[in-house]
Each structure stands twice: as structure tokens, then as C-alpha cells.
């Protein structure tokens, strides 16, 4: 009898698509982001995208200027390189000479600033920092957490398309709860360089040496993290420098564009670029997150103790929107050590801090303000989203779908239930009214594509 071996693959070693590969992502973003060189086209896009939306729900450029994008139901838009609107076409310039740096591994930090007074550049009245680093010669795009990071591992691709979510998220939450810009608003651009690989004479397309100058930031600003993205290649990071929200202002006045040609001030003469040291953000550090829930995994939304520079979850502190952040946070722990000199954040916090239950009660919290952009969950999410053990998971289900917040769908996994969430658990476990907001539909409009970058 003769005998043959054969390979066989039992349903457990078939491949499964990943989100990136199931998703429209690839209209948007590069299909495949294994390789450097590929990682590099995905971070210029993310960088492409992430400074479109910030313009134009900041109403900087009008309507005309973008094109349309999405991601899986996450309306985008994206500044057109061949642009009619002039300020549109020299900050699509601005962007192709970082992209130089970026590919040479030069590029440290690039600072996206908004400021009044042309004849004082120095005195900043909105910033948006974001940060490179190329662990082992690969990059990272991420916008600045506040988080202590680790060495860069290789990253599955749906962890890449769940912190690109995230971040683009974020960037829509953060901004259009900002105050409008005034009409005098000028903008500028400036990188810095990693000093010991960057050459002393090096400048990329459209930039120019720059005067060292401090940045002065307006008092009441707010010092805000929205996100993170790392490919294993690349590292990104974002930190927001903004004005304080105007906390009775509409939110629906806004989400939208509210350009007007009339209003532009915009000036392209003024983009500059410095070496690394000539250029010190506010806040270089990046201060690691210890939360009452005693979860280091970040939040969309999150707060920095003025004590002790350390980040909490906003949610943890019955915080859901970015209106309502105050200007100076105090944690329970610098609460309890100032001894009553400090008042913390939400005093009933620091009252629950001695009961172990406080723990599973902050990351009930943060999973309700989780759901209110999602529209169905399961057992997955929370394990990946919270690092809970997969008993935890189904009893923080389980108490959900008792509380009527969300409804078991013929999947799987459940159904949220957005009137439930919001006129029901979230007053109830969190204290505040959810305030009605327009969806991200009405907040992107449609017109032509473009790429950028490739």
C-alpha cells in the first residue's frame, strides 16, 4: 500500500480578512502598510486627512477647496493638491515638503499654528503638534495622548484601522467644540528635525530657516490629547493647544464650514520651519495615564492634572464632552494629598475612591461613553477596548441589556440603543444630560476627490 501526505487547513487556520481589507479603507489609505515604504505612504495620508478635517471644521478654506472620503461610515474630507483656493494650494505645498522630511526620517515634530497678530507669530492662539519617531528605522503617526510609550512592535492591521478611527474621531469631537476662529486668523507651519541625522543645510520645498521663538499661548487655553496611531513603522502622535470652549455655545453653529472668502486672512508667506531646539512646544513630556479605574488604556477624551501631570479619563470623572472639561483638572489622588487645599475634578469621585467597586464602576462609565458612537457591541470590544477579562465583558453585557441600553441583535452581538444610552444611563451612572448633537453627516459635505502624497 503506498501512502501519500497531504496538506490539509481545518477552518481555524483559514485566513480571516482584517477590517482594513473588508472596509472601504483602501479608498483612502493604502491597502497594505507591512513595509516601511508603505507605512510611510499611509502616515502622509493620515497626516493629509487629519489637517483636512482640522481646517475645514475650523472653516478655514471654503467648501470647494476638499474632496470627499470615508471611512466605514466616518465622513471625511481631504484638501484638494490642485486647489482653486490659494491658502488651500500653498497649505497642500506645505504638506509635500514635510512629506520630504518624513521619508528621509528627518522629521521630529510638525507644528500646524494659528495665531492674530502677524507682527507676533510667537503668541499662539491655536496649535496642533504632531510627532514622529521611527522606532528601528520604521515611522509612527500618532497625535499626542499624554502616554508613556513603549518600543513600537509589530501591530496587527486592525489595530492600525481601530487608533485610526480613533484619532480621525477625535480630531471631528475636539474641533467643533472649539470656539469659532476670529476673522483676523493667520496660519503657519513649522517642522523640527532629529539634530544628529538631519544635515545642517537641510531645507525641504516651501519652508525656510526660523528665528527661535518661545510660543506664548493665551491664557485660558486649553492643552487637549486626541489620538494615537502606530504602524510598527511609523509613530504619530497629537497634542491640541486651543482656546477654551464657550460651554452655552450651540453645538450645531459648529460642526459645519462657515467659511467666508471675506473672512480669510490667511497668509502663505508664512510658512517657516525650524531645526529641532529652535522650536520648544509648551509641554514636551508625556505624562502616563494612573486613573482611579486602574486602566492605562487611553480615551478620546482625556484630562491632565495640574498637580501632577498625569492623565485621566474624562468619563471616569463623569465627562463626556469636551465643552465641558474645566480649565484646571485636579485628580482624586492630588485631591486627597492636598488635604482639602485641592478640590478635585468630581468631588463624589474622590468620596467613592476607598470602595473597591469604584473600579468596575469607572469603566461601567467609560464603555456607556463609548457607546455613544458606536452603533452595536459585543464581548471582543470590551476585552480589546478596556483590556477586561472576558467574564468582566459578559457581566458589563449582561447589565447593559438588563438596563434596556442595548438589545441583543441576531448576530451576536448586541444592538445600542441610542435613546436609552443617552435620556437614560448616561444621566443616570454619569450625572449629566447628553446634549443633542448633529450627525457627522450634516457636518461633511461631498465634492471631488484628489491623493495626495503618493
Not at 516651501?206 to 494615537?228: I, K, M, R, Y
Amino acid at each position: 500500500m503506498s501512502m501519500t501526505s497531504q496538506k490539509t487547513r481545518s477552518n481555524a487556520q483559514k485566513s480571516v480578512k482584517s477590517l482594513i481589507q473588508t472596509g472601504n479603507w483602501s479608498k483612502t489609505f493604502p491597502a497594505k502598510i507591512e513595509t516601511e515604504t508603505k507605512s510611510c505612504v499611509f502616515v502622509k495620508k493620515l497626516l493629509t486627512v487629519s489637517i483636512s478635517n482640522i481646517t475645514y471644521l475650523r472653516s478655514m478654506f471654503p467648501e470647494e477647496a476638499y474632496a470627499d472620503r470615508s471611512m466605514d461610515g466616518l465622513p471625511l474630507k481631504i484638501l484638494m493638491e490642485k486647489n482653486k483656493c490659494k491658502e488651500a494650494a500653498t497649505l497642500a505645498s506645505w504638506l509635500i515638503g514635510a512629506f520630504d522630511a518624513l521619508e528621509r526620517r528627518y522629521l521630529k515634530e510638525l507644528l500646524f499654528i494659528i495665531y492674530m497678530d502677524p507682527a507676533c507669530p510667537e503668541k499662539v492662539y491655536e496649535m496642533y503638534t504632531f510627532k514622529f519617531t521611527y522606532p528601528g528605522g520604521q515611522v509612527a503617526c500618532q497625535m499626542l495622548q499624554g502616554e508613556n510609550k513603549k518600543e513600537v512592535q509589530t501591530m496587527h492591521p486592525d489595530d492600525v484601522y481601530k487608533s485610526t478611527q480613533n484619532l480621525l474621531r477625535s480630531i471631528i469631537e475636539l474641533t467643533q467644540s472649539l470656539r469659532p476662529l476670529p476673522s483676523s486668523a493667520h496660519l503657519s507651519m513649522k517642522l523640527t528635525y532629529y539634530e544628529d541625522v538631519t544635515p545642517e543645510d537641510y531645507e525641504p520645498a516651501g519652508f525656510g530657516p526660523a528665528d527661535h521663538g518661545e510660543v506664548q499661548l493665551l491664557p485660558g487655553s486649553l492643552h487637549l490629547c486626541a489620538g494615537e496611531v502606530s504602524t510598527g513603522h511609523h509613530t504619530v502622535k497629537l497634542k491640541v493647544h486651543a482656546m477654551q470652549v464657550e460651554e452655552n455655545r450651540d453645538q450645531s453653529s459648529i460642526v459645519t464650514n462657515t467659511f467666508s472668502a471675506s473672512e480669510s486672512d490667511s497668509d502663505p508667506r508664512l510658512a517657516k520651519v525650524g531645526k529641532s531646539g529652535d522650536f520648544v512646544p509648551p509641554s514636551t513630556s508625556s505624562p502616563s495615564i494612573s486613573c482611579t479605574c486602574q486602566n492605562t488604556t487611553p480615551d478620546p477624551l482625556m484630562l491632565e492634572c495640574l498637580h501632577c501631570s498625569k492623565q485621566q479619563h474624562a468619563a471616569c470623572y463623569r465627562l463626556t464632552e469636551l465643552a465641558r472639561l474645566p480649565a484646571v483638572h485636579c485628580c482624586v489622588d492630588c485631591s486627597k494629598e492636598g488635604q482639602g487645599d485641592r478640590v478635585c475634578t468630581d468631588t463624589r469621585l474622590v468620596k467613592m475612591a476607598s470602595k473597591p467597586a469604584v473600579v468596575l464602576t469607572c469603566i461601567f462609565r467609560r464603555v456607556l461613553v463609548s457607546l455613544l458612537v458606536r452603533e452595536c457591541v459585543g464581548e471582543g470590544f470590551l476585552v480589546e477596548k478596556f483590556g477586561l477579562s472576558w467574564d468582566i465583558s459578559v457581566g458589563v453585557l449582561t447589565k447593559l441589556e438588563k438596563d434596556g441600553t442595548i438589545l441583543r441583535s441576531g448576530t451576536g452581538d448586541f444592538r445600542v440603543d441610542k435613546r436609552s444610552l443617552e435620556m437614560v444611563a448616561v444621566p443616570k451612572y454619569l450625572g449629566v444630560r447628553r446634549v443633542e448633537t448633529r450627525n457627522l453627516e450634516s457636518i461633511l459635505e461631498k465634492t471631488r476627490e484628489m491623493d495626495i502624497g503618493e
